[in-house]
Nanobody, 132 residues
Framework: QVQLKESGPGLVKPSQTLVLTCTIS??????????WSWFRQSPGKGLEGREW??????????YYSTSLERRTSISRDTSKNQFTLQLNSVTPEDTAVYYC?????????????????????WGKGTLVTVSS
């Protein structure tokens, strides 16, 4: 059973960089055909409002939401079985619960679907507030 756990600061000041880490257990981050994603959900929104931020694939390839790609970077540490989200120049509009998630496909896909309904595993989420 794959388990995911987010960690990072709960409060970030405007213009700073948000850094969150997702720790994986139950499988390796390099296991075949796994895609590791970050999502966020603003207060009051349901699953349909969970916004995809980006993912890193099992071979290390990355893909970002077009609306956030200029401020986003996702990397991984295979020795720690973790992947990390960096979101630069945050504003109060970036306040949300941030989730890491994963899905495993039957084969390599260059651009897998990014719908939250297609994810197999989720972390519990961590609230990040952007405020001075």
């Amino acid at each position: 059973q794959v388990q995911l756990k987010e960690s990072g600061p709960g409060l970030v000041k405007p213009s700073q960089t948000l850094v969150l880490t997702c720790t994986i257990s139950g499988t390796s981050i390099t296991s075949n055909y796994y895609y590791w994603s970050w999502f966020r959900q603003s207060p009051g929104k349901g699953l349909e409002g969970r916004e995809w931020i980006g993912y890193i694939g099992y071979v290390g390839n990355t893909y970002y939401s077009t609306s956030l790609e200029r401020r986003t970077s996702i990397s991984r540490d295979t020795s720690k079985n973790q992947f990390t989200l960096q979101l630069n120049s945050v504003t109060p509009e970036d306040t949300a619960v941030y989730y890491c998630a994963s899905k495993q496909l039957p084969y390599f896909v260059e651009r897998p679907d990014t719908s939250p309904y297609g994810m197999n595993y989720w972390g519990k989420g961590t609230l990040v507030t952007v405020s001075s």
